[in-house]
């Protein structure tokens, strides 16, 4: 019996006695002792397993951290990024405005090459070297535009049948249809010749005197709102329309001369910057070629004038040089 084990198992139907021989006795001993080994390797992993979680789990902190700290750096990124789109999208637009308006001064100025095609006078007058400033001056000088804003033309200049005397005559203006009271401005700077009331021929009547033998005339007014000897610039207003004088109507008779001889209003009336070689090429009476070069010759010196004072002692030569150059091109 001494090689033998007794397990006595007791519950509430009894006790229950179980007799484990010795060799039986050797195999549970190894039972045991795999079990504790299992317990133990088991405990062991587990316990392996739970530092490695917690391990995990503080490595996972860290990187937590980590993705905050690159997503916060990543959104201001992005946010230096959409300023620095925004900015380029304004230097684009901004560009783009410059080349619209670079273009827009390049069709003023009509430097624009036309299918290659030159105008016999643009062979002898450079619109290219023709600079704004010029342009201008000559905008300032030369009778340019309406007298009356907006009214239409009644009566073209040329030979017709006067509405009153029923004669053949040559109407020496142009007509504008504006009623008694339409305000009439100076179509270029000038300097009042001559403010005439009267209930005969041509009304009421202004003259004034431009620069480069030009004048323009105002007849049939109802108002004066000049005197004379009166320097107006362009824009200045003048007076009103009426129907003084031999009239059949409320009418503006508007008259351009030059060295005294009565020209076309129409080309004048209609020139703008826009259409700058119009004139030139409509009206021939005036030789345009030189006095675009007196134009030009007085601007480059002004230009010069407005200089660095160091830089006056240069004018003369200067001068000089850009006159005989523009004799060259014209
Ligand atoms: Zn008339």
Redesign the pocket.
Known sequence: MSNNLCISISDHRGTSHYLINHFKKRYLALFLLLLSAILIGGSYSIYALYQQTLFSSSQLDLLNVEAEQLTESLSEESAANQALTQQLEDKNAALALLAQRVDDVETILGLQNENGEEVTLEQRIDSAAISSAVRGTLFRLIPNGSPTPGIRMS?GFGSRVHPVTGKRKY?R???FAANTGTPIYAPADGVVEAVRPSNKGSGNFIKLNHSLGFATTY?HMSKFKIKRGQFVRKGDLLGMSGNTGLSTGP?L?YEIRFLGRALNPRSFVTWTPENFDSLFEKEKTVQWAALLEMISNVVSMQVQLTRAPEQLTSIDTASTQTVSTDKQKL
């Open positions: 009566s109407h203006g142009l007509d007849s009418h008779h």
